[in-house]
């Protein structure tokens, strides 16, 4: 890692097999995120914000290009070893929560602890806090589907933090929410990225969030058409 | 073991499929383990019986002796030289002479099997006291089938009519002096016991035998000329074959149960992997390889035996064990049909049993998880964690 980036992309094309073809859905990204950003990929649908997350989530692998990683290479990773990536330095949340139905909150938030071998005090504390965090602390015992669509994201937010990963990615969190929730979610994830310094991505077109970010890379058609700083007073 | 731990979570969040599956699955355990039981019990006890009613430690056969070919019982009989007197004084056997007779119950006509017996001897259960003789009379013993199909009562005199040696016939009185209960149906149907002396005296056979029984202790006790000995493991043959029948016919329920749980479990893993796509991908985006999602679940369907097996104990434990104490009983009639059995069978159980039992539903349950499960290696993450049908 040099000069404290996090995130190396250096022309990073994807293509994807489509019939006999391809189809390009990222082409020629270059782009580098460092320790404490707030930032979104930012544009319209299909515009490949999706696949860019999921790179650099090591959940896929670049055609081209090299993308690195907390100081891994994702495109030489083995199984083992981007599964090892995930587990201790990525956080995801997405916007269908994907909580685990028959788990109750306190077992969703604990999974990740679980992965990464945690022992029961340790993973018991630790989920106390992320639960604080998101502020649902009452509701360990519920069911996803006892739960509203904020609390769900919510409780996703903090199976995502409970490990204090280095980078969270967020796919469309607010897609699914009303703006009170979206607002809601947004300023815990501000809060808990100034508080702990842990690098967010979005991928988003929700103006809701585009508001929040301190970082604005704008995609379209597979390639980065805009990358702006927004000063915040 | 983490896999176990979260299979375990998911199974239990699972609830009522889960239930559904672990019972049918216990029922196979229930109904192998039990009819097995009652298998051995009931080979156990044909054995015990068996040989404690009829062939002792094994039996001496005169060399013409085919109890399958009556055309031969005539030639079936062999002198008691003084080397087998010696064995028969010492305790050591005791001889039977089979003979061929008709019997004339209330006018009626009926081919018995004649057999005289030492009325003291104490090889086997049959109760020869009983053929002291008395006043003169010919004391004869039956069974209760062979009581019950000629209408028979202690106390009761029957005509029976025979051939000597030399093929001549004659025929006498014998009066039934006892009516004995047996489970071993061989030494019931259709044979008539009266004591040895009388029937050699009768058949102009002095000194003479068909069969030689040896005690359970004793077994072979070294060659007779002219005679053949024959060994547990011949004589048990036929109540060998048909314990094996009914086991294969017996199996055939636990197949069925066996197939029905498997059926049911692999749907349910196919379904799961079909609809907990989202799942799968989030464990993945969480830090499992898809190795380790593969084992995930293939732990989680494989649970369901272990689960089984413990709700199985739960339940099946006091009915078996009652069934072990109370014994089944036989629908009655069954000793009719010619059958070893008692009109209760004791179940008896082995710990191999319910360990091989245990095994093989583990091993098959297994399988049947791991055969969908490995789909997932071949789904991409991406796909799986938004649930896009493949
Ligand atoms: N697995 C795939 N196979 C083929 N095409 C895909 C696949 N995933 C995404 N695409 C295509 O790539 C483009 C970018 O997709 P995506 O990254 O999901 O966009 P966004 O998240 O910005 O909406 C879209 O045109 C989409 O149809
Ligand atoms: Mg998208």
Known sequence: ?233 | MLALKLAYRNLMGARLRTWLNVFVLSLAFVVLIWFKGVINGWDDQARRDTIAWQIGGGQYWQENYDPYDPFTIDESHGIISGKIQTAINAGKMTPILIGQATMYPEGRIQSISLRGVDPNQHIIDLPTQYLQSEDGEIPAIIGTRTAKNNKLSVGDFVTIRWRDVNGTFDANEVKITYIFKTDVPVMDLGIVWIPLEQHQEMTRMPNEATILTTSKEDGFIGDFPGWNFKDHYFLLSEIRNMIEMKSIGGSIYFIVLMSLAMLAIFDTQVLSIFRRQKEIGTHIALGMTQRQVVTLFTVEGAMHSVLAAILAAIYGVPLLWLQAVVGWSMPAGTDDFGLTIAETIYPSYSLALVFGTTAIVLITTTVVSYLPARRISKMEPTDAIRGKIQ
């Open chain 1, 1 to 233: 890692m040099k000069n404290g980036q996090l995130i190396t992309i250096k022309e990073l094309v994807k293509d994807y097999p489509v019939g006999k073809g391809y189809f390009r859905a990222l082409e020629d990204i270059n782009l580098t995120i460092g320790e404490g950003e707030f930032a979104g990929l930012v544009g319209p649908s299909g515009s490949g914000k999706t696949t860019l997350l999921n790179i650099v989530g090591s959940l896929d692998v670049p055609t081209k290009g090299e993308v690195n990683v907390l100081g891994q290479s994702i495109g030489s990773l083995n199984a083992r070893q981007s599964a090892n990536l995930r587990n201790h330095s990525l956080g995801f949340i997405f916007q269908t929560y994907n909580l685990l139905p028959v788990y109750n909150v306190f077992e969703n938030v604990e999974l990740p602890l679980l992965l990464l071998k945690m022992e029961k005090d340790k993973r018991r504390e630790l989920v106390d806090q992320a639960l604080e965090w998101v502020g649902l602390q009452d509701k360990r015992k519920s069911r996803p589907a006892q739960l509203s669509g904020g609390e769900c994201q919510r409780v996703s937010i903090a199976r995502a933090m409970v490990k204090s990963p280095k980078i969270v990615l967020a796919d469309e969190p607010t897609a699914n929410l009303d703006a009170k929730n979206s607002h809601n979610i947004l300023q815990t994830m501000e809060k808990l990225n100034q508080e702990l310094k842990t690098t967010f991505i979005f991928a988003t077109h929700d103006d809701k969030v585009i508001q929040y970010l301190h970082r604005k890379i704008s995609l379209d058609d597979g390639r980065v058409v805009n990358d702006e700083q927004i000063i915040k007073e």
